[in-house]
T-cell receptor
Framework: ETGVTQTPRHLVMGMTNKKSLKCEQH?????MYWYKQSAKKPLELMFV???????ENNSVPSRFSPECPNSSHLFLHLHTLQPEDSALYLC??????????????FGEGSRLTVL | EDKVVQSPLSLVVHEGDTVTLNCSYE??????LLWYKQEKKAPTFLFML????IEKKSGRLSSILDKKELSSILNITATQTGDSAIYLC??????????FGTGTRLTVIP
């Protein structure tokens, strides 16, 4: 138990569906992240939020839409995805982005399959 | 372009063996190098290294950074089956981005 909870753990969706991934952290951290982990590829940073403000958007396609209503919650809204978007989506948090020591606390991930 | 390369890609050893995992990097603005362990899904933090030649140690795990060689090693002594995991190396750059390598998959056989 890392203090970062992701739901759902598994998601299968068609290319025309709209779904959302949810992340919640109970650590009192101020920065939250979405990472994508595909088979045999490095973890790819997608988005960073610091104090609810988006500070990084790593050239992610617009079919992925993040939302951070407060410092404890982070969403990833998905629509019209492609099969190549199938991956493990990991949420992470850290105390503060600007003073980031590099120690991220990861959730267990949401395994997404796009048919 | 910032790059992190880990070797070997995978490794199978017997319990009790000692293993050395390698991480080499190219980065324009180095801030720190980190090691993570990923057993099932969630990577967990092991070490953060910022200075060359200073060993970080935690139980049977240790790690050291060589800024001249742009590399780091992670050593695990007296391996146990619970050490089976993917070990991820990551570079933190001045822009506060964290670049991960593809990882080394370690399998420890009883």
């Amino acid at each position: 138990e890392t203090g970062v909870t992701q739901t759902p753990r598994h998601l299968v969706m068609g290319m025309t569906n709209k779904k959302s991934l949810k992340c919640e952290q109970h650590l009192g951290h101020n920065a939250m992240y979405w990472y994508k982990q595909s088979a045999k590829k490095p973890l790819e940073l997608m988005f960073v939020y610091n104090f609810k403000e988006q500070t990084e958007n790593n050239s992610v396609p617009s079919r992925f839409s993040p939302e951070c209503p407060n410092s404890s919650h982070l969403f990833l809204h998905l629509h019209t995805l492609q099969p190549e978007d199938s991956a493990l989506y990991l949420c992470a948090s850290s105390q503060d982005w600007a003073a980031n020591t590099g120690e991220l606390f990861f959730g267990e991930g949401s395994r997404l399959t796009v048919l | 372009e910032d790059k992190v390369v880990q070797s070997p890609l995978s490794l199978v050893v017997h319990e009790g063996d000692t293993v050395t995992l390698n991480c080499s990097y190219e980065v324009t603005n180095f801030r720190s190098l980190l090691w993570y362990k990923q057993e099932k899904k969630a990577p967990t933090f092991l070490f953060m290294l910022t200075s060359s030649g200073i060993e970080k140690k935690s139980g049977r795990l240790s790690s050291i950074l060589d800024k001249k060689e742009l590399s780091s090693i992670l050593n695990i002594t007296a391996t146990q089956t619970g050490d089976s995991a993917i070990y991820l190396c990551a570079l933190q750059t001045g822009a506060n981005n964290l670049f991960f390598g593809t990882g080394t998959r370690l399998t420890v056989i009883p």
